[in-house]
């Protein structure tokens, strides 16, 4: 158990930590950042708990379990990241049908939009084939699927002060 907690406190920490840093200003290169961000927590909390006298006892197989998870977790969490960094043309896609509301889009809007080719094509078939967009007739529209999953890169991107998918 102090494994997981310590872990999942570093974590959080240097997520909470990301979030102040990203609204302040948004680093240039964000990825950069956030792997020297991750980096700089653990040796940071490990050395304030020192120097007050508050050391973490763990033994040091119960410390290369916290360096396992919080390694990890943190590597995933920044592949992730470029999920909500660049919108993706899929997530683009979603954005704008989302915009539109219940209305929805036609194919001719879309292909206004995002241009006119087969990736496009491929991408919309994609999307409706995961259950995220549904066609009646040239409409596409947002199932309530699609409506959760834009909505939830829209948090996400909201929380750490991108805001990219406003608007498609």
């Known amino acids: ?3 997981l907690l310590c872990g999942v406190g570093l974590l959080l920490l240097a997520f909470l930590a990301q979030v102040a840093i990203w609204r302040l200003a948004l680093p240039k290169s964000q990825t950069r950042a956030l792997l020297v961000l991750f980096a700089l927590i653990p040796p940071f ?5 020192w120097a007050t006298q508050h050391p973490i006892v763990l033994s040091a197989a119960e410390l290369a379990r916290v360096g396992v998870l919080y390694v990890s977790c943190a590597l995933a969490y920044i592949v992730l990241y470029s999920a909500i ?3 993706s043309p ?4 979603v954005s704008h049908l989302a915009a539109g509301g219940s209305a929805g889009s036609t194919d001719d809007d879309l292909f206004a939009r995002f241009g006119r080719d087969d990736t496009l094509r491929s991408r919309i078939l994609a999307i409706e084939q995961g259950g995220w967009v549904c066609r009646t007739g040239d409409v596409i529209m947002l199932t309530p699927s699609g409506r959760f999953y834009a909505g939830l890169f829209d948090r996400g991107s909201t929380i750490v002060g991108l805001g990219l998918t406003k608007g498609g």
């Open 85 to 87: 960094e660049m919108q």
């Open 90 to 93: 899929t997530l683009a896609i």
């Open 45 to 49: 909390v490990f050395g304030i708990a």
């Open 1 to 3: 158990m102090p494994v």
